[in-house]
């Protein structure tokens, strides 16, 4: 009997440490997806700032870039911003 409670206590052990390896790696992607969501956020920030002081050149081609980042490298639907739907740019 003894012998069984070892295994099952190492199987446990084992399985525990799997669990936790595999929370802790989403744990980390978590925090990179949100530092990349944060860091979003300030470009739409700096995209409105540019497009408001009529850098409009420089604001397009940071949207182009925030747009390439959303669609393809997070995987997500693109949000078009307000200045990417005026006359101006």
Known sequence: MATTKRSSGSRKSSSSKRNA???GKNDETDRYRQAAED???QLDWTIGYLHGIRKTEISKALA????YIRTRLMGEAEEPLP???TDET
């Open 83 to 85: 200045d990417q739907k």
């Open 39 to 41: 860091a979003l956020q």
């Open 64 to 67: 182009k870039n925030r747009s």
């Open 21 to 23: 390896s595999r929370n």
